[in-house]
């Protein structure tokens, strides 16, 4: 196994697309005037003239996204996910979403832990928004080694692509060495019988250690780290509904919409059991230090151990 | 251009307000208004203009046009059906269950449309980002757009005419067809958009004015557009809402409106004798 790094997703992502630029001279990136923090800088620098700066206009950025990708660019467009997928919603569902164009979106600084920023730029919606247009592949990639896999394989699919990226630096926890990334498949971290935690992005490895340390209060949870919302993975949802018979959903997300709502898509049609939604319990942020805030929302290992074991022994 | 030339251009352009005429009447809905208006510009950029070919509607390096007003997608149908993209008998089924023909344009479905289009501002971004790719792959492919009046309210037109001039798309040329109607009423009253020219040229356009039913003067702008280096051009078009049908001309109401069966046939005798006067 790889030594372990500290380092946000989106800093990955930055360096992915110029990985992948090396080899498809069709990639350009567009960003919205937060090139230094979505990352896409790293690309910009390589390659300045594959690098379009929008201005602050994420609605006009996805309509010149998609008009590249009409004329076979392969564009990354990339903003705070509050604004690619808030403001320019309606940009991403008629003009790249219904044509099925061939743009990928990358939103950063997702979910809670933008920290001091506050509620404004705290989006806990956008995988809710993404998933509701048509054809769309949401990815919610949880470490480097996954978001380097997650970029490489948006590119490999022919359509729109929405890509959550954070702002945190966090622990990678994938071995790079024994790992592959498929759209649409979770991956099983842990197998258990007592119960499935099934969670995405940041948090799954906040579950991982949970679940590891519930292990030694003989509670034996099995874990799923669901990086694609869209195609939700169906099979190893009701597989797992089937074998362990109550499932505990964990994301940095409002519960309304995101995977907790994907995931009770698929059991109440196949294999209903019991759902726990954990995550952003249909509110607002507010500013603080991410890691406090992730622990205030009950979202870091200590307080998800406590809370699957209070499930758990319910 | 020749007296010959213009003439052809003016029975194409009646043929594409007729087959507007008929698509909304047997959609029994639609958007007869401004398909009228914008008619003769569509029907020289497709006629007179645009490198395209019906039997390869996908070359990489045709010229594309976006119609940013997608809600007058009729003469846009009737131009592409005249150059033979698809069987004029779709337009006929317009609007209806299963059809070809989408109440506003689908690239997916239908041979000829560039771009997918009718929320009011987004079209003319993708126009942006298609002659960015030109610029980028170095090809000489020219980008069209049309846009209308009111449409010109939504911020996103500004947001692409900033993006337009800062990366000097000058093979991008929009249409404004101001035909000066929009469903609420004038446009002077509901929302004020002069002076437009000077909303243009202070975004870095090269801002041309003409009246958007003399071919000369379409085509003189798009011969000055393609001269101009560095910028992108609006032309300005008066136009005349309804434009071919008499009781359909500056009324506020045809905006999006079917005619009855009265309508249509009053409609369909007007522009018949328009191409019979233009056949003597």
């Known amino acids: ?314 | 251009m020749d007296n010959q030339e213009i003439l052809e251009l003016k029975k194409n352009a009646c043929k594409v307000r007729m087959y507007t005429i008929e698509g909304v009447f047997n959609a029994k809905s639609g958007h007869p208004g401004g398909s009228l208006s914008a008619a003769d510009i569509i029907t020289y950029l497709y006629f007179k203009e645009m490198n395209v070919d019906p039997k390869n509607p996908k070359d990489p390096d045709r010229d594309r046009f976006v119609l940013s007003k997608g809600h007058c997608c009729p003469a846009l149908y009737g131009a592409l059906a005249l150059k033979g993209y698809f069987p004029a008998d779709e337009i006929k089924v317009l609007r209806h269950i299963g059809a070809m023909l989408q109440g506003h344009p689908d690239m997916k479905g239908t041979p000829g449309v560039d771009m997918s289009s009718g929320s009011l501002g987004q079209g003319v971004s993708a126009a942006c980002g298609m002659a960015l790719a030109a610029k980028y792959d170095k090809k000489d492919y020219r980008v069209y757009a049309m846009l209308g009046d009111g449409e010109c309210e939504e911020g996103q037109v500004w947001e692409a005419a900033m993006f337009a001039s800062h990366y000097k798309l000058d093979n991008l040329c929009i249409f404004v067809d101001y035909n000066g109607l929009q469903i609420d009423g004038h446009v002077k009253d509901v929302a004020g958009l002069d002076d437009l020219n000077k909303k243009f040229e202070s975004f870095g356009f090269e801002v041309i004015e003409i009246d958007g039913h003399n071919y000369e003067e379409i085509e003189a702008a798009v011969n000055k557009a393609k001269s101009v280096k560095g910028k992108p051009t609006a032309v300005i078009a008066t136009t005349i809402k309804g434009k071919g049908v008499s009781y359909m001309e500056n009324v506020v109401g045809w905006h999006g409106k079917a005619p009855n069966a009265d309508e249509y046939k009053t409609a369909m005798d007007e522009l018949n004798a328009q191409l019979k006067a233009l056949e003597a």
């Open chain 1, 1 to 314: 196994m790889a030594e372990t790094k500290k380092i946000a997703t989106r800093e990955s992502f930055g360096m992915a697309l110029c990985e992948l630029a090396k080899e498809h001279p069709e990639i350009v990136v567009l960003d919205a005037d937060l090139a230094a923090a979505t990352k896409t800088d790293i690309f910009k620098k390589a390659y300045p003239d594959r690098f379009f700066d929008c201005g602050i206009s994420e609605g006009n950025m996805i309509g010149v996204a998609a008009g590249l990708a009409a004329c076979g660019k392969v564009p990354f467009a990339a903003s705070f996910a509050m604004f690619a997928t808030g403001r320019a919603y309606e940009q991403i569902r008629n003009s790249v979403g219904y044509p099925h164009l061939n743009v990928k979106i990358a939103g950063s600084h997702a979910g809670i832990s933008v920290g001091e920023d506050g509620a404004t730029h705290q989006c806990c919606e956008d995988l809710a928004l993404m998933r509701t247009i048509p054809g769309m592949v949401v990815l919610n990639p949880a470490d480097h080694y996954e978001m380097i896999e997650a970029v490489k394989a948006s590119y490999a699919y022919n359509g729109p692509v929405y890509i959550r990226l954070g702002r945190l630096a966090i622990d990678t926890f994938n071995d790079p060495d024994n790992y592959s990334f498929e759209i649409g498949k979770g991956i099983t971290l842990k197998e258990g019988t007592d119960v499935t935690v099934i969670a995405t992005g940041l948090v799954v490895y906040e579950a991982l250690k949970a679940v590891k340390a519930l292990e030694a209060k003989g509670i034996n949870a099995r874990l799923i780290n669901m990086h694609t919302i869209k195609p939700i993975d169906k099979e190893i949802i009701i597989k797992a509904a089937k074998e362990t018979g109550r499932i505990i959903t964990v994301e940095e997300h409002n519960v309304i919409g995101g995977l907790g709502e994907a995931v009770c898509s698929v059991t109440s049609e196949f294999c209903p059991v019991p759902v726990t939604k954990l995550g952003i319990q249909d509110t607002y942020g507010h500013s603080g230090p991410a890691l406090g805030l992730i622990s205030e929302f009950g979202l870091d290992a200590e307080s998800l151990e406590k809370s699957i074991e209070a499930i758990v022994k319910k």
